[in-house]
């Protein structure tokens, strides 16, 4: 995962072949990362995770709106300053 570029990535804690949080530190820095597991979650994940919900506290639609929130701030910041008419 450290050599693709991902704009967000869907973290589950709980995989059948081992923990997710082992895949958080491969993923580039610049990757924004959202941990959705049924697993209790540690609020002390540090920078690395920009959000946590729980499975069964949230509904689709909320892990939906989260990701759209963040796709769109995260384009929002990249786009250059637009230039001032004279």
């Known amino acids: 995962v450290a050599k693709h570029r991902?704009?967000?990535v869907i973290l589950d804690i709980?995989?059948?072949d081992g923990s997710g949080l082992d895949l958080l530190?491969?993923?580039?820095?610049?990757?924004?990362?959202i941990?959705?597991?049924a697993a209790e979650l540690d609020q002390n994940l540090g920078d690395r995770v920009q959000a946590?919900?729980?499975k069964?506290?949230?509904s689709e639609i909320d892990v939906a709106r989260l990701v759209r929130s963040m796709?769109?701030?995260s384009l929002d910041s990249a786009?250059?300053?637009?230039?001032?008419?004279?």
């Open 56 to 58: 069964t506290k949230a």
């Open 6 to 8: 991902f704009d967000l």
């Open 52 to 54: 946590m919900m729980t």
């Open 35 to 37: 941990v959705f597991s």
């Open 79 to 86: 786009r250059p300053a637009s230039s001032a008419k004279e």
């Open 71 to 73: 796709l769109v701030s």
């Open 14 to 16: 709980l995989l059948p």
């Open 25 to 33: 530190i491969d993923l580039p820095l610049e990757t924004q990362v």
